[in-house]
T-cell receptor, first 113, second 113 residues
Framework: EAQVTQNPRYLITVTGKKLTVTCSQNMNHEYMSWYRQDPGLGLRQIYYSMNVEVTDKGDVPEGYKVSRKEKRNFPLILESPSPNQTSLYFC????????????FGDGTRLSIL | SQELEQSPQSLIVQEGKNLTINCTSSKTLYGLYWYKQKYGEGLIFLMMLQKGGEEKSHEKITAKLDEKKQQSSLHITASQPSHAGIYLCGADRTQGGSEKLVFGKGTKLTVNP
């Protein structure tokens, strides 16, 4: 089954404790992205990657890092999480082109205390 | 930067009623995507529109893109409780690429039995 898999689905942690949210897709997609979704602000792009070793900032990259060492994986790293990073996070993947919808994972609900 | 305005923000309808959700952009839309999200869950791809005047249907949901490619509408006929959720429109920011999407803030639909 074609899918984007995120782990963990839920995480409660404390300020300053480094964490990584993993994302893996099995569709051989070139493009991958991370979004965060917050009430009243909608879905905002954090980082995206157009292929292996090619990443770029989205709209809200501060406080986040990403890497794309393999085509299927695109982890999101919070080196020193803070409470304002409490949010619902989504990973997505797609093929290149304007007629290629992004496929989303089920989301990771992150709470930073 | 391009922004997408969705209206209404929320909608409560009686089962069996028709409804329309709008998505408006200040700039030309290169690729327009409609997604549905159950509360706190992942985004499910519904339809994609690319050409001016294009219209697509799936079951009781019809999406249209106007000729100027700056406004899209999502119409649900004879709504059912299963249609409840948050509907999001998303658009490619650049011509030829789906790596950077901008999203509207969503329309929350409630269908009362």
């Amino acid at each position: 089954e074609a899918q984007v898999t995120q782990n963990p689905r839920y995480l409660i942690t404390v300020t300053g404790k480094k964490l990584t949210v993993t994302c893996s897709q099995n569709m051989n997609h070139e493009y991958m992205s991370w979004y965060r979704q917050d009430p009243g602000l909608g879905l905002r792009q954090i980082y995206y990657s157009m292929n292996v070793e090619v990443t770029d900032k989205g709209d809200v990259p501060e406080g986040y890092k990403v890497s794309r060492k393999e085509k299927r994986n695109f982890p999101l790293i919070l080196e020193s999480p803070s409470p304002n990073q409490t949010s619902l996070y989504f990973c997505a993947s797609s093929r290149p082109g304007n007629n290629q919808p992004q496929h989303f994972g089920d989301g990771t609900r992150l709470s930073i205390l | 930067s391009q922004e997408l305005e969705q209206s209404p923000q929320s909608l409560i309808v009686q089962e069996g009623k028709n409804l329309t959700i709008n998505c408006t952009s200040s700039k030309t839309l290169y690729g327009l995507y409609w997604y549905k999200q159950k509360y706190g869950e992942g985004l499910i791809f519904l339809m994609m529109l690319q050409k001016g005047g294009e219209e697509k249907s799936h079951e009781k949901i019809t999406a249209k893109l106007d000729e100027k490619k700056q406004q899209s509408s999502l119409h649900i006929t004879a709504s059912q409780p299963s249609h409840a959720g948050i509907y999001l429109c998303g658009a490619d920011r650049t011509q030829g690429g789906s790596e950077k999407l901008v999203f509207g803030k969503g329309t929350k639909l409630t269908v009362n039995p």
